[in-house]
C-alpha cells in the first residue's frame, strides 16, 4: 500500500534484496559519469544538460522498477506464482485496443510464456540500464518508446488504466531518442567526443545509437 511518495522511496532505496544493491550501483555510475562528463566539458554545465539528465535518470529508475514485479524464473513478485507478467498479459488478451494484438498475445506469446517473458524482462532492464547510464540512449529511447506504445494499446480498454500515462510515457521515450538525452552528463557524451579514429561504419554506428 502506499503511503506518500518520499516515504515510498526511502523504502525502495533501503530495501534489502539484491535488486537494490544493484539500483544504487547503477544510481552511483550515474552520477559518476555526469561528474567525469561535467569536468571533462564545461558546456554541459547548463540547466538543460541538467533537466536531460535529471529526466532520463528518473524515468530509467522507473523501468528498473518496474523489472521488480516481474522478476525470472516465475516473472512475478508473488510466492505463490501468481499476478505478476502473466496476468497482464491476460489482461492484454481481453482489452487491448485492436483484436489482431490481443490474439497474438492469446495464441503466439501465452502459449510460450516462458520464451516471451524473458525476452519482456531482458528489454526493460535494458532500457533502464541504457537511460540510467545515458548508454546509447537513442536506442534505449526507442525501445522505450516501443514497449510503451504496446502497453497503451494493449491495456487500453483495461478500466483500472489510464491510456494517457503509457502515451505520456511514449513522449518521454520518444524525446530521449530524438533530443540525444545520453549527450547530456551520460557515456554517450564520453563515446560522441572520442577522437574518429574507429573504421567509419562503427563511428556512424556509436554515432547513431547515442
Known sequence: MRTNPFWDTLE???????????????LIASFAVAALVLRRDPTQRTSRHLWTFASRLLIGAMWWQQTLWKLPPTYTDQEDGSGGLRYWMEEMTKNAAFGAQANLVKDVILPHFSFFAAQVYALEVAIALSLMLGLFTRLGGALGFLQALNLWLGLYRAPAEWPWTY??????????AVFHAGRSLGVDALLAARPAGEPRTLRRLILLAT
Do not use: D, R, Y
Open 12 to 26: 525502495f532505496l533501503i530495501e534489502p534484496e539484491w535488486t537494490t544493491a544493484v539500483f544504487w550501483l547503477l
Open 167 to 176: 502515451f505520456f510515457l511514449m513522449i518521454a521515450n520518444g524525446s530521449f
